[in-house]
């Protein structure tokens, strides 16, 4: 019970931190669980960027998770209710809650949990941040931010394994996502290649990356890797029905996306390929200044903060 309760918390504070992030979704045609999916995203990743922040001044301990978590899940709860799509929200609570359960009962935590993860998360718990911490790790020196997040919801409610179901909140949003492609007719009609895109990769998804075990850290930065790939090819397959606006907002989303994949897992930097190629297929149609001031205003800023964390 507790896991599911942990689960369905976990994603209504998540939902109300992403909700900050609504301006960026202007002029963009967002389905509901796309929507979903990225406000999960964008909590994670903005989560992350408050505790990178706060660690430089005080440690993450258990007081700053429970002002942090609370006020995340008042402000979600807010968010919920004025949405109105209460059987949406009711459907994806309750797959939340019992796919947690399905997946992390019988679980246990990946390999490098013990070697490196938890001994970081403790750091986090229990220090402000400590530079040259590298020479105790070396893989400290290019953690994942995923452990910042984890640090941060580590409250009093659900202690000490309130973390473990943030990534499932994760996995299930973007199932639904997927899901959603799946049932939506005009994709089969006018976008076959992306239909068959998605159906292969749900797929994949319930055949190889259900492995809760195998994957740990893995796991987000191929899920959002995904999602660049079909926003691209979406965005390159329907060029005609967005506007300069829609298609702008599209890219920040993408670029954002990117550089919270690439903290997730240095690994995956090659994952700008395909924003690289949309952009020059669709340059004539991207306000150029308007990326410029995103990325000098916020993407460069969050690329230096982390850059110095890991110093």
Not at 47 to 58: G, H, K, P, V, W
Not at 84 to 111: Q, R
Request: hydrophobic share 55%; charged share 10%.
């Amino acid at each position: 019970m507790q896991i599911i309760i942990s689960a369905i918390f976990n994603f209504i504070c998540l939902l109300g931190i992403g909700s900050l992030t609504n301006n960026l979704f202007k002029y963009t045609s967002l389905t509901f669980y796309q929507s979903i999916f990225l406000k999960i995203s964008f909590g994670i990743f903005l989560s992350a960027i408050f505790t990178t922040l706060s660690n430089f001044f005080f440690p993450i301990n258990i007081n700053l998770a429970n002002i942090f978590t609370i006020l995340s899940f008042f402000f979600g709860l807010y968010f919920v209710l004025k949405d109105k799509k209460n059987k949406e929200y009711f459907l994806i609570l309750c797959v939340v809650g019992i796919l947690s359960f399905l997946l992390i009962y019988k679980s246990s935590n990946v390999l490098d949990f013990g070697l490196y993860h938890g001994s970081y998360l403790s750091i986090l718990n229990n220090e402000k941040i400590i530079f040259g911490i590298a020479n105790i790790h070396f893989r400290f020196g290019h953690s994942s931010i995923l452990q910042e997040t984890q640090a941060i919801f580590n409250n009093f409610l659900f202690y000490p394994n309130n973390f473990q179901t943030l990534i499932l909140v994760f996995y299930v949003a973007f199932i639904f996502f997927v899901g959603e492609n799946l049932f939506n007719k005009n994709y089969l009609i006018k976008n076959r290649e992306l239909y068959f895109f998605c159906l292969f990769l749900l797929i994949l998804i319930c055949t190889k990356i259900y492995r809760f075990n195998d994957l740990g850290n893995d796991l987000m930065p191929n899920l959002i890797n995904f999602y660049i790939w079909i926003e691209c090819i979406k965005l390159f397959l329907n060029k005609d029905l967005y506007s300069k606006k829609m298609i702008t907002n599209y890219f920040k989303i993408l670029l954002t996306l990117y550089l919270f994949c690439v903290f997730l897992k240095i690994q995956f930097i090659l994952s700008i390929v395909p924003i690289i190629f949309i952009y020059f297929f669709l340059n004539k149609k991207i306000i150029f200044k308007k990326i410029l001031n995103y990325s000098m205003i916020f993407l460069v800023p969050i690329t230096v903060l982390f850059l110095t964390k890991n110093f």
